[in-house]
């Protein structure tokens, strides 16, 4: 995914400059990603089918980006759905509706029966739930 045109650069001896990159594509080089998602909603692959082809697409980008020559490779740049809803999981601030639905993180992002989805709102010109 680098081209030679925006492949980091090494630092000069001495230099106090690093180099690393934020925000790299996560879906994949054929939206494998999204595929996987799709193939995991629709029940033609299971939670633990979605959590390896997701760890497959995470291993390959790290890869590619400390193959890369970065002084630093990111990490918990990856999310399946969206950085916010992450963030929502990650602080324990899912609300008491979804307690008892059976994926609850997607739950919030689609709706489940029953269970309406968080509200989306617009967030720098973006659509996150």
């Not at 497959?56 to 980008?61: K, Q, S, Y």
């Not at 617009?122 to 659509?127: A, E, I, P, S, V």
Request: charged share 25%; proline share 6%.
């Amino acid at each position: 995914m680098l081209s030679p045109t925006t492949a980091p650069r090494p630092c000069r001896r001495g230099s106090q400059v690093t180099t690393t990159v934020l925000g790299y594509p996560r879906i994949g080089d054929r939206r494998e990603l999204k595929r996987a998602t799709e193939d995991y909603w629709a029940g033609r692959v299971d939670a633990a089918g979605l959590r390896d082809r997701a760890a497959g697409l995470r291993r390959g980008v790290w890869r590619e980006l400390s193959g890369a020559g970065l002084d630093a490779v990111p990490s918990n740049i990856f999310s399946l759905y969206d950085h916010v809803l992450d963030t929502v999981t990650m602080v324990g601030a899912v609300p008491e509706r979804f307690a008892g639905v059976a994926d609850p993180y997607f739950a919030m992002a689609r709706g489940a029966e029953g269970v309406a989805p968080l509200e989306m709102t617009k967030w720098f010109d973006t659509n996150y739930h």
